[in-house]
């Protein structure tokens, strides 16, 4: 065997050219991103989605490693959110004891939530001159992103700026949740928690935990709910309306 | 863990099955979630190894979704030619869909908020 060492940039070439360089790096910026959270107190800016998508993004355009490269290597964990959809049961199973005696408001509620979303973000965008690209993204952007994503497939729009705009909305829902529930006057925890559970999901939901249990159980049963109604519905809505 | 993670893939792939035979509209893993859910309702209870690594994955969902999201380089420069209409869309409907949820909640519900 020869000790000579590889120049660096046959090792270089060589992790560029496998899997684990994207893995390592996704996996990292998660990592970096959840320890931000932490930091600040889980302070919803401080979202750890978004610092791993900011940081993944920042690097591979400063390596200049073309995106359909790394999303060769980081499809391993892509795979994996198929799998994490159906383990959605278990909560909304967990939630269902809650629906009990409720199921005819939050369900109404729900289903004029979502209208409203879709409605009022496309019609917005319309307004303002966004283009076709950008308005499909809005399409399922308060589902799920799990969720969203499978939607935004189905429906032949992009699951990237889908799941982009997901995630920015479940931020903006948890910072102003608490503003727009004092100005309707909103007081019972588990109204407001539903209301945030169905506008801004995951993110939405781990917020309205850190604030109140009782409005987190509801949240998380407003996210679920809308996941399944709206992979029922959107597709179908869209269909008829485009 | 890994009995759970069995029973959850099964599910996944049946979702699939009847995604692509039956209703090509809804997403395969979202039809799993249904049947998963309603397997758990005719069941009475969750199975531990099955509550264990759905645990796990809600804990670390947002991880699941950084390589697509990622691809936000792609649309970027796009994004930036619509920024006004992309931020105002997005901040006025989250508050909007908030605000008629609780609405409609509350005007819905019997009792009186505690």
Known sequence: MTPQLPAIHEIWVYLSGSPLLALILTLAAYQAGVMAYERFDRNPLANPVAIAIALVAAVITAIDMPYAKYFEGAQFVHFLLGTATVALAVPIYKGLEALRGRIVPLLAALLAGGATSIASAVGIAKLMGADAAIIGGFYAKSVTAPIAMGIAERVSVSPTLTAVFAVTTGILGAILVRFVMDAIGMKSWWQRGFAVGVAAHGIGTSRAFSVHPEAGTYASLGMGLHGVLGAVLIPLAVRFLA | ?114
């Open chain 2, 1 to 114: 863990m890994i009995a759970g993670l069995v029973q959850i893939l099964l599910f996944q792939g049946l979702g699939e099955l009847v995604a692509k035979f039956f209703l090509p509209l809804i997403p395969g893993p979202v039809i799993g979630l249904v049947m998963l859910l309603a397997w758990l309702r005719i069941r009475g209870s969750v199975p531990a190894s099955v509550d264990l690594v759905a645990t796990a994955f809600s804990q670390h969902l947002g991880l699941l979704f950084v390589p697509a999201a990622v691809g936000v380089v792609m649309f970027w420069p796009h994004i930036r030619d619509h920024a006004l209409a992309v931020a105002v869309a997005l901040v006025a409907s989250v508050v909007a869909t908030m605000a008629v949820t609780a609405l409609v909640v509350r005007a819905l519900a019997k009792e009186d908020p505690p």
